[in-house]
Each structure stands twice: as structure tokens, then as C-alpha cells.
């Protein structure tokens, strides 16, 4: 082709330069297929590979595609791929090819390089450096850009997304249909108007319920009929179980999973009661569970399930807790890192079914879901939810309904500006779970907490604050001087003392935080003290130690 005509070809294919395309002069290839750092060619495709890939256009001038040519010098094209194969570390060679352009009117060189995307977690190097481009220069791979592709996922199977081939529009629930239309004008407040006109064909491919007017196993699983549950070869089933006052019941909810969630959510047992502050007549009134939360549990358990395990999804409520039980463990990170609301996952175990889900405002991707739910749970002055991460293969949600310990609610109230995180970490040590040295260390800069690890409790100014001073005082225990005082007046009231009786009296005085054997050292330790700076002596009668006064 003619040089203008090679122009033009290279201005319809490649049109601007971007992270995917580069046009450069080059003038010698042999010479600049292994130059400088940062000015050679291998450096520019290593900068393309570990983006998304793409085009390296050389011999046509920067920022306007004329066409200057290059001299190859006898350098071939299958040369130069080898070379780059060398030269690239870790660049894939599915993909990688070089076209060869020779202009039939000047005799001009261009060649285009089609540079593949980088391997899954591995950067290409090109003289040893990681490259990327920033505008129109190289630079050496960044910390955020190295960190997601070393992050990088395998492409999984999405069975969601799945067409399933002899399901038909016939098949979904009119119902569902509306609820998902309202859903989704929430989600698209400014395409509400235009929303109302859609044909359902129309709306069930703008919300992603189906695929180009295919209904696939997400269709079914959100709108689909009850009766047509069997055409996703699946159980697709909640089950709900109830104890209440001895007696077990319950019931199963199948498909569409958009209205029958909404049933579940009206059997479960949801009322208001009253949590009385210390001095004070007007009660706190709460609601025992927040009805957005328990929707969030059960959509969250729908959008993650593994559904390659076949296994229903499983709510139980016993008298003062909801659980929620899926296949599948988190995808991504773990439920510590979705508190705060700071962390978006980068990819879902059902991207089909998680992206309608979002779109019918089923539930957000934002990360914010958990985070949602803990601040109700604090918002109520009520423990925050835990996820039982002992096993790999299954996630279960708790969710507590109802006070476990009055004094850690009476703090929450009381103190309504503890923020999540103080909420959580306090909540940990009120469970008597353990929190880590670093967490342990902030609560007691800011005073929140006192004690050593592991025996640790709420410090004395939040108890001061919530009335827990008398159980303060009993985590605390009287002080070593105070153990000592009462020691030699019981010795002067009584002359003696067995080892048995001595512990009988300084015992419940001692720390309640404090173990069996803790407990047995620290008066051990006391009597030892005492002994030694001559306040008191022990002698033997039979098989028990007596103590009595010393010269003082």
C-alpha cells in the first residue's frame, strides 16, 4: 500500500496513543530493540504488558503518525519476536507477533508490535526494571500497580451467568418482575421515567437479569417461578428454622429470591424492648433486630453462595440470635477488613448474579454492607455480629438480638461517641475474645481499658461513666499495700494463720481476671515479701504451714 494509504490504515486501527497503543520514530531497530533503559523497545513493551497489552507502532513520528519509516538493517520480524521473547522476562508469547509495513510509492518501514497482556501475577522486566507508562514517559512499575497484578485472580467459572437453554420469559414471576423494577429505579433514580416504559425484555437485560433476552441461572434464581426451579439443576433453596420455647419449626423458600426473602423476613420474630440507663426513668427502646441487616444477611449468603456445592442456604433463629449460613468462604480478604467500610473487594465468586443484584439494589459492592450492619448493632446500643470463620468451606453470620452483657450496652449508651472501631474492639474484650497487642496498646493509650494480657476489662473512667464500678472494683482487686494491711491485722487479730486460711481471706480480694494458679502465686509472692523483710515467719505444725507475726 501506498504510504498515504498505510497512514490512513494506522489512523483507523490505532488512532491515539494510550496505555494500549505507542507510536515512536525509532529510526535504527537494530540499534533501539536493545538500547537505554526507558528509550528502547523492549522497554515499551514491557510498559504495555503489564498494563492491558497492545500496540507499539514503529518509524512514524510521535503525537501526529507521520510516516518517517525505520531501517531494520536485515533485522527480520521473526528475529525481533525472539528477541523480545529474551530480552522480555516473562513476557507470553501467545499473542505476540510483528507486522511489517513497506510503503509501495517511498519505500518506507513500519512496523507494529503487538505486545500480549502480562501472565497472571507476573510483571514483565525489560533490563531488569518493571515498566509503566505515565502520560507519554516510562516509569518503573508503582507499588499500587505491582500490587494488583501480583494480586491477580485466576478467571473462575461463573455459574451464574450461565444460559440456561430451554428456560423462557414465560418462566419468570411477574411479581419479582415489579419488585425488581422498583429496585431498580432506586439503584437509577434518573432512569426511573424511562424505566416505566421498558418492555420486560428491555428492563430484564438493562438490569442484567438476562443476557441479550437469554435467561440465564441469575434470571431464574432473583425472578424466576417457583415451578421453574428445576431447570437450574440446583436445589436453590433457604431454609428456616425456629426455636422458640422448646418447640423446633420452620419452613423452606425457594425461588424467585427477590420476594421471598421478604417473606422469610416477615416470619422472623422482631420486637422493641427497653434497656434502662443507670439513673435515669426514660428507657432506651431498640428493636431486637434491624430489618435492613437481616435482608443484608440473607442477600449476602444469595450473592456469595458457592452454588457449585449444591447446598442450600440456611437461616436459624433461636431466642436472642439470627445465624446465616452459606457455601463458600470470603472471597476476598476477611470480614475484619469490611468493618469500617474502607475496603472494595476487587472480585466476586457470581459476578452475573452480584452485578443484577446491585442493579435491583439487592445489595452494594462498595464493601459496605458489613460495615452497615455493625453500625446498626452499635447504633442499638446491642454486640456486634460475628462471622465464624472456623471453617474454610461455609461462612456463619451471628447476629446477636438482645443484651449479653447489660454493662457493655449500658457503655454504648452512655458513651455514644466511641467510634466503630472502639465499639468492636471493646465488644472483643467484653466476649472475652482476644485483640491484638497493637489494639490492646491503643485502648489503653486512650484509657479505655485496663490490665494485662490476656486479662484485660474496661477501664475505670468508662465504668465510672456506665455505673460498673463495683464490677471495676472486682476485676481490679485491692492493691498489694491494701492485701498487706489486711494480712498483719488478721495475723494480730488471730496470732496465726494456716496457708489455707490465708488464701481463704485474700482470695476473692485478689483480681477476678486473674487465674487459679495466678492467684496462688500472687499470695505466695506476698508471703514470701513479708517473710523476707521480717514482718512475719511460718513454722511447721504436721503437714501445714503457719504463719504468724515477726519482729517488726
Known amino acids: 500500500m501506498t504510504e498515504q494509504e498505510l497512514q490512513q490504515y494506522l489512523l483507523t486501527h490505532y488512532p491515539k496513543e494510550n496505555e494500549n497503543c505507542e507510536w515512536k ?46 531501517d531494520t538493517y536485515n533485522y527480520d520480524v521473526e528475529k525481533a519476536r525472539l528477541r523480545l521473547t529474551r530480552e522480555c522476562a516473562n513476557l ?55 500490587d494488583a497484578i501480583l494480586e491477580e485472580r485466576e478467571v473462575v467459572y461463573d455459574w451464574t451467568a450461565e444460559v440456561i437453554a430451554d428456560a423462557t420469559l414465560d418462566d419468570l414471576d411477574t411479581d419479582a418482575i415489579k419488585i425488581a423494577r422498583e429496585g431498580y429505579k432506586q439503584r437509577f433514580p434518573k432512569l426511573a421515567h424511562d424505566c416505566d416504559g421498558w418492555e420486560d425484555k428491555v428492563f430484564l437485560d438493562k438490569a442484567c437479569l438476562t443476557i441479550n433476552g437469554k435467561v440465564t441461572r441469575t434470571t431464574l434464581l432473583l425472578v424466576g417461578k417457583q415451578e421453574a426451579a428445576p431447570k437450574l439443576n440446583h436445589i436453590a433453596q433457604i431454609v428456616w428454622k425456629c426455636f422458640q420455647d422448646g418447640q423446633v419449626f420452620g419452613d423452606i423458600y425457594t425461588i424467585p429470591f427477590i420476594r421471598t426473602t421478604s417473606e422469610l423476613l416477615s ?33 449476602n449468603a444469595i450473592a456469595h453462595q458457592n ?39 476487587k472480585s466476586y465468586r457470581n459476578p452475573a448474579l452480584v452485578k443484577a443484584m446491585v442493579n435491583i439494589k439487592m445489595i452494594d459492592t462498595q464493601g459496605y454492607g458489613i460495615h452497615k450492619m455493625f453500625m446498626s448493632q452499635k447504633e442499638r446500643f446491642l454486640p456486634m455480629p460475628d462471622y465464624n470463620q472456623s471453617t474454610a468451606s461455609e461462612v456463619i453470620l451471628n447476629m446477636p438480638g438482645t443484651i449479653i452483657d447489660e454493662n457493655y450496652s449500658l457503655m454504648l449508651l452512655a458513651n455514644q461517641d466511641l467510634t466503630l472501631t472502639d465499639a468492636v474492639l471493646l465488644d472483643q474484650v467484653q466476649k472475652g475474645q482476644s485483640i491484638t497487642p497493637n489494639a490492646v496498646a491503643m485502648l489503653r493509650k486512650r484509657k479505655l481499658i485496663e490490665g494485662r494480657l490476656p486479662h484485660i476489662y474496661v477501664s475505670k473512667n468508662i465504668a465510672q461513666a456506665t455505673d460498673q464500678k463495683v464490677e471495676y472494683s472486682k476485676h481490679k482487686g485491692l492493691a498489694d499495700k491494701q492485701c498487706e494491711a489486711l494480712l498483719l491485722d488478721s495475723l494480730k487479730d488471730h496470732g496465726s494463720l494456716t496457708k489455707q486460711e490465708i488464701v481463704r481471706l485474700l482470695w476473692d480480694l485478689l483480681p477476678d481476671q486473674l487465674e487459679d494458679k495466678q492467684k496462688n502465686n500472687k499470695i505466695e509472692y506476698l508471703l514470701k515479701r513479708l517473710r523476707i523483710a521480717g514482718k512475719i515467719h511460718n513454722r511447721t505444725k504436721g503437714n501445714e504451714s503457719v504463719w504468724s507475726l515477726g519482729k517488726i
Not at 537494530?30 to 523492549?42: E, L
Not at 515499551?44 to 518509524?59: D, F, Q, R, T
Open 25 to 70: 520514530e525509532m529510526k535504527n531497530l537494530k540499534n533501539d530493540f536493545c538500547g537505554h533503559a526507558k528509550d528502547d523497545v523492549i522497554s515499551y513493551v514491557s510498559a504495555l504488558a503489564n498494563m492491558e497489552g497492545g500496540e507499539l507502532i514503529i518509524g512514524v513520528v510521535d503525537k501526529t503518525l507521520e510516516i518517517v519509516g525505520t
Open 267 to 299: 416470619r422472623i420474630r422482631n420486637y422493641r424492648f427497653k434497656i434502662y440507663p443507670k439513673n435515669s426513668l426514660i428507657p432506651a427502646e431498640v428493636w431486637k433486630y434491624d430489618t435492613e441487616s437481616i435482608l443484608e444477611g440473607m442477600h
Open 307 to 345: 452454588y457449585e456445592m449444591g447446598a442450600r442456604i440456611i437461616v436459624t433463629e433461636d431466642k436472642d440470635s439470627l445465624r446465616f449460613q452459606n457455601d463458600g468462604s470470603f472471597y476476598e480478604g476477611d470480614y475484619h477488613q469490611y468493618i469500617t467500610g474502607e475496603k472494595t473487594p
Open 92 to 146: 507470553p508469547t501467545e499473542g505476540l507477533r510483528v507486522e511489517e509495513f513497506i510503503t509501495s510509492d517511498t519505500n518506507k518501514t513500519v512496523w507494529v508490535i503487538h505486545v500480549p497482556r502480562h501472565m497472571r501475577r507476573r510483571p514483565v522486566y525489560a533490563h531488569n526494571i518493571a515498566w509503566q507508562r505515565l502520560d507519554d514517559s516510562l516509569i518503573e512499575l508503582t507499588d499500587s500497580r505491582r
